[in-house]
């Protein structure tokens, strides 16, 4: 990074090593202007592109809620901050890569890794005109939903800041082990902390630390796991699911649910600005069973959508959506940002298709961010997915 002082104030000079006349400086007031070097190499390096990197500013200290609220838009960067981009991919991240390209209107291009292993198992790999992004904006969107993959995926990961790029950004929609970050008993081991360990010891690139984007991480307290050797963006994929509730004929009726007061905490004020009424779920214990219960909340004659920010086996899913048709609710949708679902345990759920909310779901919907679970439930009722293209587009463009 350099900084530059300007408009220094009264009676200061600037002197050449070689030439003794001194220049005469206005008197204004002090201000500090930091840029980037790669800001300084756009093609079009104009003076008024880069001063307009000022208007940033009152964005970034207007002081608002650390969770958040909207995702980033490219609408709102300014024009003089925004970038081309290359963007590399693993081969179950092709799909999700093409569409953010797309939506990048041209503004993000793909890069190309052959993929391949030796004979003993380990990885091969090479990517391909690697001269070619020297000086450019890279970035590589990773998938570890498989622990087998993950190896080769860091390989390449620690690879590219090393090649003269300008800047690198580590795109991970879903952080796996991030329902394992806590200590219960004496011997367990957060393996959240293990990967968070592991991705901030990706090294800089030219032009300084990495940029790790993660969507709706499973505890929040998990960004303080990163170093500060990479920059953590955290998303959500609640902004996708607002725009969708907007479109659906029966929006009038919607209430927002949550399995658990978590949940609730984590997601709540995202809703706040919409006005749906809201019901919260409860687990309690009863023996070596636990049951869920409705602590607040009416769903009578509502279509109830329960919100959550992953699924696995969907057991608490399942209970919830039996507890509120119980309840008389009129339907019953479900969002979830991360659909893991483990050993085809999407099979569960069942599709209401329009009779009601005993019949089952009458939407499931769920991001990307899992490419085997798109490729299962693709034109299979009741799922429907939002892509995260849009939202990855536009943070490929700070």
């Not at 009726?253 to 609730?264: H, L, R, V």
Request: charged content about 20%; overall charge positive; hydrophobic content about 40%.
């Amino acid at each position: 990074m350099l900084a530059y002082r300007l408009q220094t104030p009264v009676g200061s000079r600037c002197r050449s090593m070689r030439h003794a006349a001194p220049v005469q400086v206005l008197p204004t007031a002090r201000k500090l202007l930091v840029l980037n070097v790669a800001t300084l190499q756009r093609s079009d390096n104009t003076l008024n592109n880069i001063m307009s990197a000022q208007s940033l500013v009152p964005a970034l200290s207007t002081g608002e809620d650390f969770r958040i609220s909207a995702n980033i838009e490219t609408a709102h960067i300014p024009v003089g901050l925004r970038k081309d981009c290359v963007l590399f991919y693993t081969p179950d991240t092709e799909e999700l890569a093409k569409k953010v390209s797309v939506q990048a209107g041209g503004a993000i291009t793909l890069g190309s890794i052959k993929w391949k292993k030796f004979a003993d198992g380990f990885p091969d790999l090479f990517v391909e005109n690697a001269t070619s992004i020297r000086n450019r904006h890279v970035a590589f969107l990773a998938s570890f939903t498989n622990p087998t993959v993950i190896f080769e995926q860091v390989s390449v990961i620690y690879a590219l800041p090393r090649l003269f790029v300008s800047s690198f950004t580590l795109v991970l929609p879903f952080f796996p082990t991030g329902t394992m970050e806590r200590v219960e008993t004496e011997g367990d081991i957060a393996t959240a902390n293990t990967l968070a360990r592991l991705l901030s010891n990706v090294p800089p690139s030219r032009g300084g630390p990495t940029s790790l984007v993660i969507f709706d991480i499973h505890a929040l307290q998990e960004r303080f796991y990163f170093g500060d050797a990479v920059l953590p963006l955290f998303e959500s994929g609640v902004p996708l699911l607002l725009e969708r509730l907007r479109q659906l004929p029966d929006k009038e009726s919607i209430t927002i649910a949550y399995p658990d007061e978590g949940a609730w905490k984590r997601f709540h004020y995202q809703f706040k600005s919409e006005g749906y009424p809201e019901v919260i779920c409860t687990k309690v214990r009863d023996g070596s069973k636990r049951i869920v219960r409705l602590k607040e909340g009416e769903p009578k004659d509502r279509h109830v959508v329960i919100v959550d920010d992953l699924v696995q086996s969907g057991g608490t899913l399942i209970e919830c959506h039996a507890l509120l048709a119980s309840l008389g609710a009129k339907h019953v949708s479900a969002f979830v940002t991360h659909g893991v679902f483990p050993n085809m345990s999407w099979v569960k759920f069942r599709a209401d298709l329009g009779v009601g909310a005993q019949d089952g779901f009458r939407y499931f919907w769920l991001t990307d961010s899992c490419s085997q679970t798109v490729r299962d439930v693709r034109n299979k009722a009741p799922f429907e997915v939002l892509s995260l293209a849009g939202p990855i587009a536009a943070a490929l463009q700070i």
